[in-house]
């Protein structure tokens, strides 16, 4: 796994952000559905906030945020990081008197039980089911819009996330978890859905300008022979796009079973790719190239070729240990951290002015 050092990408920062903002108008209480695993960030109308969850299965529990591993940003907003279904429940900003600044009630729908249905293969989604609880009410799934297609001039595949809500005839919408509490785990129904197609965009004019960044030092374990590479800034709530040797690689592929070298994790809609084989791998965010990709096997690779020439043997240096725990990665962030103060060689930060430049700029940085 790679650590990404976020401090080289402030610029696509300020671009993209870091994470999924919520917000919803003061003193009023928003109802919403978003997905577990998925980091989002909750926006309150004042800098110095103090923030309180209630969870409504056991409503006397009022929890104090400030005192949970929940991190608070100088704008008053809070970032829940990998929140659960547990996570369910009512947030609420206050003022230092106690002024009830914001309030979101939140469903955070169980990302392990996503449906997935992609068009292109004829997979259709969950339909809508009564349940009978004396309402009359609806069990059904309410569409996100589409997300922007992944990728521009070639094609690409778009996503649309669906979450589970229940409707009694002549009442708002509630979601699911919100509405069952703890019962919701009686209907196999309640689920998340996401949808994907294929698609194509023209390109809209030059790009804003940014950055991307050169990772040239993820390697596969001896005992996997598999290792996983993040990019950053994805997540399931924006298109991501991953190329291998500038090979799309797509939903359609892996959902139809293919085997195409590389796994992308649907959880998080693409941020997490597990990898087999050697090659350039680069991610695209928001139709962005963000990420590039060069695995030290694949820089050995070039070598080994260059040597069994002369020598009629391949050698590979396959790097030793596991780089998946987050310790490991805090390791290695600082580890780049400080080889870039010292001189800057493991990745790069590379300008790219135009769109057309992008498919030119293959680096291998060592
Ligand atoms: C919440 O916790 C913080 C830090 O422990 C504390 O300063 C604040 O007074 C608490 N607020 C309430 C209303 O308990
Ligand atoms: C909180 O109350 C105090 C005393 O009434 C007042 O001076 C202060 O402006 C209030 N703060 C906010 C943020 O309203
Ligand atoms: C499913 O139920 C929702 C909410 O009542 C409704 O808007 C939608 O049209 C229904 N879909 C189908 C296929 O019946
Ligand atoms: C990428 O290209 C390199 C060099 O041609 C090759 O060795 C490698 O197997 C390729 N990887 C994939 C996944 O296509």
């Known amino acids: 796994m790679i650590a990404i050092p976020w401090i080289l990408l402030s610029f696509a920062v300020s671009v993209l952000g870091l994470h999924l903002p919520v917000s919803c108008p003061q003193a009023t209480e928003c109802q919403l559905a978003l997905l577990s695993n998925n980091d989002v960030r909750l926006e309150c109308s004042i800098s110095n906030a103090h923030w309180f969850f209630f969870q409504l299965d056991k409503n006397d529990k009022t929890k104090n945020l400030s005192i949970f591993d929940i991190q608070q940003n100088p704008d008053g907003s809070i970032l829940i990081q990998n929140p659960s279904p547990f996570n369910t429940g009512l947030y609420q900003c206050q003022d230092e008197n106690g002024t009830l600044m914001n309030a979101y009630k939140i469903d955070f729908q169980d990302i392990a039980k996503l449906y997935v249905t992609h068009l292109n293969l004829g997979q259709k ?16 799934t309410q569409w996100e819009p589409w997300q922007r297609c992944s990728n521009c001039q070639s094609p690409g595949e778009r996503k649309r996330l669906g979450y589970c809500y229940i409707k009694e005839p002549l009442e708002e919408p509630v979601p699911c978890g919100l509405y069952l509490g703890a019962t919701q785990a009686f209907y196999a129904r309640v689920r998340p859905e996401i949808q994907v197609e294929a698609c194509y965009e023209i390109c809209e004019g030059p790009l804003t300008g940014g950055e991307y960044v050169i990772f040239d030092n ?101 790097q030793q240990g596991k780089a998946d725990s987050v310790l490991r990665g805090l390791k290695l962030m600082l580890m780049m951290v400080s080889v870039l103060i010292v001189g800057g060689v493991l990745c790069k930060v590379v300008f790219r002015p135009t769109r057309d430049k992008k498919r030119n700029q293959v680096l291998l940085v060592k």
């Open 125 to 140: 989604p969950l339909k809508n089911e009564t349940l009978n609880l004396g309402h009359r009410e609806i069990l059904y």
């Open 218 to 318: 993820f390697r596969f374990t001896e005992e996997s022979e598999s290792t996983q590479i993040m990019c950053p800034f994805a997540s399931i709530y924006r298109p991501v796009h991953w190329e291998a040797n500038n090979t799309a690689l797509t939903w359609q592929n892996q959902l139809s079973g293919e085997d195409t070298g590389s796994f992308m994790d649907l959880y998080s809609g693409g941020r997490q790719l597990q990898i087999f084989q050697p090659a350039i791998y680069r991610c695209f965010v928001e139709q962005e190239l963000i990420a590039q990709f060069n695995p030290i096997a694949f820089v050995d690779l070039l070598d080994a070729e260059r040597q069994s020439k002369s020598q009629g043997k391949r050698q590979f240096r396959v």
